[in-house]
């Protein structure tokens, strides 16, 4: 399933999307656990770990860090959305790459008991928004997640995964911690994510340059996707697309908010440095191909939403093969007689 949705992006320059300091509720004593520098030995070394967790310490410790939320507010609350329509109560939940706490500010205490947050950056849990849900916050790795097994009703995580360096394990430690009926809600960044800005770079670069490397990071193609969940153990798998388009009103802005959600490349293979022309070219680029009416350019963000449960003996299961009694043969010629009767 495919949506698309268009927001604007308005540069007033005076502040951002507003959002509540506190409800009311008491925070849970928050811990630490230092975050893993390494990768499995499995893991391709996509990602430079480190700095991306430097890149979204920058993000959260600035002036008006909302000022860029409103993406991640957005997705955030789209999967809350997705746990209400889930008719049950989750005594337990854990939200991994939780930022500033985009998911748990949607949810409520009714629906969630409890929740622990985790992320690489410290900053980001530091200036995490406050609910009044009981919240632990705690430093951690998605990939190396300090849960012993069967410890969560309810796993989430939004726009985070896309920076793992080995997206099989961290799906694979998220199932680990499930409770057997237990449940994931997440969302990551796919493969069309920002082509207008890829495509631009490329012909500008090619042009000034004779060539040209990647500036937009590797994302997971949808089809992919449900493979990996279904090899990490989760059944009764669903995933859909969505797409949404903020308009900027150029692409300097749109870098520069790129930045301000920290989500600059951090690819170990990214270019350190673009030449002013090149920019400058590519903004030309970009505008004379994708430019909108208004003078504003689109940039496109796709989104993979998947859920996945852990399995339990309660759950449905398909029947045996070769235990059907009626053939869909037979459901076609009753289809037709039921028509003819009609006339």
Known sequence: MLRRVVLSRLYARLGGPAVSAGRGGRRGVASSVPPSGSTSPRALNIFDRELKR?????????????KFDYLKEEIGSRI???????????????????GRGYIAQHLNKETVGKIFQTDIAEHALKNSIETDIPTVNILADEEFLPFPENTFDLVVSSLSLHWVNDLPRALEQIHYVLKPDGVFVGAMFGGDTLYELRCSL???????????????????????????????????????????????????????????????????????????????????????????????????????HMIGWKYHDSQARPAERGSATVSFGDLARLNDTMSQGKK
């Open 80 to 98: 809350a959305d997705r746990v209400y329509d889930i008719a049950r109560d989750f005594p337990l939940a854990l939200d991994i790459g939780c």
């Open 202 to 304: 490329q012909l500008a670069e090619t042009e000034r340059e004779g060539g040209f490397s990647p500036h937009i990071s590797p994302f997971t193609a949808v089809n992919d996707l449900g493979h990996l969940l279904g090899r990490a153990g989760f059944n009764t798998l669903t995933v859909d697309t969505d797409e949404i388009q903020v308009n900027y009103p150029g692409m300097f802005e749109l870098m520069e908010d790129l930045k301000g959600m920290g989500e600059s490349n951090c690819s170990w293979n990214r270019k350190a440095l673009l030449h002013r022309d090149t920019m400058l070219a590519a903004a030309a680029v970009y505008r004379e191909m994708y430019s909108n009416e208004d003078g504003s350019i689109p940039a496109t963000y796709q989104i993979y």
């Open 54 to 66: 430097k890149q979204k310490n920058w993000a959260a410790r600035q002036p008006e860090p909302m």
